[in-house]
């Protein structure tokens, strides 16, 4: 059964084509690897799935359990039980930690709170009362912004680039977390060009110049992907619209 279906996905940006004719289909309860170079389109075809502003003018359709949600905001595709994890993640000046993960969490208690602290690495002594602004390292955003996924307890998972800014150690145990939320139901894609991340994966679909041009067990496409899939800047490569963020509040 498919969970989530692309059809003939595309989408112009500053009159480049990014996306062109993505069609592919996700399964429930499994781990996904879409990988590629740079400007291949990864992180464009994750915000497209999310539903960002600037990001919801495509051709072709986005189909998450048997809806069409192309035209949907972030806030309804959350509401579905979709969310994405970002390469940067925000700094939310006066927010504290345990303010943030409260606000999507569905068991918003404090012990559940430090239990998913511990899961991700942290003490929660230490993290709760914390800000989530520049204070904090990379490393300590990208698990504080995992441990916020956890408790929203999704239904499929975007991570942008997950190991970005993470030490060796810190990546196994957001390796483990990866196989926790496939273990709680949840369908988890990993928008990698890292062929240690993508080996976390049960499935890899490998795009380039906006294109799927190869899909299937993932050491297969580890192999094609390592071998022949050189460095190049392509010529549809968007700016970053979304550079690190940091929202006063």
């Known amino acids: ?88 993640p925000a700094r939310y000046e006066g927010l504290s930690v345990e303010d943030f993960l409260k606000a999507g969490a569905k ?8 239990k998913v602290l511990r899961r991700v690495g942290l003490e929660p002594q ?24 956890i408790v929203m307890e999704p239904q499929l998972v975007l991570l942008d680039e997950v190991d970005s800014g993470i030490d060796l150690e810190s990546l196994q145990k957001i390796f483990e977390i990866i196989k926790q939320l496939k273990q ?6 990993l928008i990698t060009h890292s062929l240690a991340v993508m080996r976390q994966a049960e499935h890899a679909f490998l795009l380039c110049n906006g294109k799927v041009v190869d899909k299937g067990e993932v050491e297969k496409i580890c192999r094609y992907f390592e071998e022949s899939c050189l460095p190049c800047d392509h010529p549809n490569q968007p700016p970053d619209p979304y550079p690190v963020k940091e929202v006063a509040l």
């Open 1 to 88: 059964m498919s969970f989530l279906v692309l059809k003939d996905l595309s989408l112009e940006l500053g009159g480049k084509k990014i996306l062109n004719g993505i069609s592919l289909e996700l399964w429930p309860g499994h781990i996904h690897a879409v990988v590629g170079p740079n400007g291949a389109g990864k992180s464009t075809l994750a915000y497209a799935l999310m539903g960002l502003e600037g990001y919801r003018q495509i051709g072709g359709e986005i189909i998450f359990k048997d809806q069409v949600i192309n035209r949907l905001e972030i806030s309804e595709r959350a509401k579905l039980g979709i969310t994405l994890s970002w390469q940067e």
């Open 126 to 149: 230490e993290y709760l009362s914390r800000a989530v602004d520049k204070t904090l390292s990379g490393g300590e955003r990208k698990k504080i912004e995992l441990a916020s996924i």
């Open 107 to 114: 068991d918003s208690s404090e012990a559940n709170l430090e």
């Open 184 to 189: 709680a139901g949840a369908t988890v894609v």
